[in-house]
C-alpha cells in the first residue's frame, strides 16, 4: 500500500501543540500510524544513570506523533498540502500535490 508520508519526507504539524513547525521524518510506523519528526512532539524524558558513558538526567526527545497531524510540504507552494495518489504507466504509485500537480516522489 502507497502510504501517505514517509520517511525523509519534509512535513508540517497541523494541529495541536506544534501547529506550524516543519521537521523531517525520521521514520513512520504504518501500524500505529505515527510518525517521528526531527525536533517536533519533543518530550522530557528523565533518564535513569546506565554507567559511566551515560550519566542521566533530562533529555529531549521526539514522541510519535499521529500522521492525521501531519501535512507534507509542497515545495512550489510553499506549504502542507494535501496529497493525490497518480498511478503511472508501469504501475507505479506517485504522490501528487492536489493544489499544484507537483509529483512528490
Ligand atoms: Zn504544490
Avoid: W
Amino acid at each position: 500500500m502507497a502510504a501517505r508520508i514517509r520517511r525523509n519526507d519534509q512535513v508540517e504539524v497541523l494541529s495541536g501543540r506544534d501547529r506550524g513547525v516543519r521537521g523531517e521524518v525520521v521514520a513512520v510506523n504504518v501500524r500505529e500510524n505515527r510518525a517521528i519528526v526531527n525536533g517536533v512532539n519533543l518530550v522530557k524524558r528523565h533518564q535513569r544513570p546506565t554507567g559511566p558513558q551515560n550519566p542521566g538526567g533530562i533529555i529531549e526527545r521526539e514522541a510519535p506523533i499521529d500522521l492525521s497531524n501531519l501535512g507534507l510540504v509542497c515545495n512550489p507552494c510553499g506549504s502542507a498540502v494535501r496529497v493525490k495518489f497518480n498511478q503511472l504507466d508501469d504501475g507505479r504509485k506517485v504522490r501528487v500535490c492536489i493544489k499544484c500537480d507537483e509529483v512528490m516522489d
